[in-house]
């Protein structure tokens, strides 16, 4: 499994591309609106922030022709970066996922909640499906939901990737990555989560102790002078 990063902070973003292997950058209307930034530049940071890596931006048109109109003026503003349009799992984000595959721009449908509306939108041509595991898991099905789409994926031969979104804890994503999802894609704040665990922090504090103890201090260890 790999890694995207869900946010709309270009500063975050770079922050998190600096220090971590992820893949680019996903955002949604919810995240832009909390961040509360002027729209176009920060869109125009963000693809500057992630580069030739992917940027996933959703449309908020709520008919497939504008949606498609969208995805194309979106393509063209942001190239150079892998731009991916997200459309909402419902009739017409399916058949403006058709349309826009057809124009040769990339596709995730997000907001999916169940095994068959990724089926659907596998067979529509997206490149990701988005399941929200933890808005799921509220009922019990997040978990449960990402390993039946996996299963369906393979079962049907489909190449279309899972993209898990939404996580309340590390746990989730350990068991995302267990079913074979092909990415997660996480707020910045996680991903110092994802590598922290407190006996690495009291082996760490071990090390330097035993180094104090017999050097002194951290100069780098240099053997050609
Ligand atoms: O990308 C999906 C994400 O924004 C939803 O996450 O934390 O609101 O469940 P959350």
Request: hydrophobic share 40%.
């Amino acid at each position: 499994m790999r890694f995207l990063i869900d946010t709309f902070s270009p500063e975050a973003a770079k922050h998190i591309l600096d220090y971590y292997p992820a893949d680019g950058v996903t955002t949604n209307p919810a995240i832009i609106c909390r961040e509360k930034k002027q729209l176009k530049p920060t869109l125009m940071e963000l693809r500057e922030a992630v580069g030739d890596k992917m940027l996933h931006v959703q449309t908020m048109q709520t008919e497939a022709d504008a949606m498609l109109d969208e995805a194309l003026s979106l393509r063209d503003a942001l190239s150079g970066c892998r731009f991916f349009v997200k459309l909402p799992c419902n009739s017409e984000g399916i058949k403006a996922c058709r349309a826009i595959k057809s124009k040769g721009v990339g596709v995730t449908v997000t907001a999916v909640f169940s095994p068959m509306q990724a089926l659907v939108a596998a067979r529509a041509g997206a490149d990701f499906v988005a399941p929200y595991v933890n808005k799921l898991e509220d009922v019990g099905e997040g978990l449960r939901c990402v390993k039946e789409i996996k299963e369906l994926f393979d079962i049907h031969a489909l190449p279309t990737q899972i993209l898990s979104a939404s996580f309340r804890n590390v746990r989730q994503v350990t068991e995302v990555a267990l079913f074979g999802s092909h990415y997660a894609t996480l707020p910045p704040a996680f991903f110092d989560k994802l590598v922290y665990h407190p006996m690495t922090e009291n082996a760490v504090k071990g090390f330097e102790d035993d180094w104090q103890e017999l050097y002194g201090d951290k100069k780098p260890i240099d053997l050609i002078k």
